[in-house]
């Protein structure tokens, strides 16, 4: 079994953009999103997955993904997923051996940007850059799967 070990975080400023090595523009749609799982849909420029994870909350859970054809993942995109579908540009930065993930969302979640650092170890120790700012891993409405079924847009100011 393929185990994630994931924590999340909201940015603290920009600090971040001037260590960026590369970044790639994302589509994912949910085919399903249940209590105990999601499936999902993600094409990059070249490449597309199919992805199970459990919905587990917190820092660790169970992920497969496998790589699918291309002209398959954007029908399935266009005509099977849940809407609205997920649009993001993730950038890649390294600090201090650990590689970041800072997903800038666009479409209907524009306005967010969430790092995230994947660990192989739940007591892996990681530096947090001075870019990073509050913690958001137990906070569902952080993740993809929520996103598109409430988008950042549609949030309010009081939640």
Same mark, same amino acid.
């Not at 399903?32 to 799982?37: E, G, H, K, R, V």
């Not at 459990?54 to 002209?71: D, K, N, W």
């Given at each position: 079994m393929a185990i994630e070990i994931e924590y999340k975080f909201l940015l603290a400023n920009d600090g971040w953009r001037e260590h960026v090595s590369h970044s790639v523009i994302y589509k994912q749609g949910y085919l399903?999103? !249940?209590?105990?799982?999601s499936i999902r849909v993600r094409i990059s420029d070249k490449q597309a997955?199919?992805?199970i994870k459990?919905? +587990?909350?917190? +820092? !660790?859970?169970?992920?497969?993904?496998?790589?699918?054809?291309?002209?398959d993942a954007h029908e399935i995109l266009n005509n099977l997923c849940l809407k609205?579908?997920?649009?993001? +540009? $993730?950038?890649?930065?390294?600090h201090k051996k650990h590689l970041w993930e800072i997903d800038e969302f666009d479409g209907e979640? $524009?306005?967010l940007i969430v790092?995230?650092?994947e660990l192989d170890a739940l007591d892996e120790i990681f530096a947090k850059p001075d870019w990073i700012g509050e913690e958001v891993t !137990?906070?569902? $409405?952080y993740y993809n799967n929520n996103l598109a079924k409430n988008p950042y847009s549609t949030w309010r100011d009081d939640v």
């Open positions: 399903s999103s !249940q209590a105990t799982s997955w199919i992805n459990s919905a +587990t909350i917190g +820092t !660790q859970r169970s992920e497969y993904e496998y790589e699918i054809p291309l002209a609205p579908v997920i649009e993001k +540009t $993730r950038h890649f930065v390294t979640n $524009r306005g790092a995230e650092i !137990q906070d569902v $409405r």
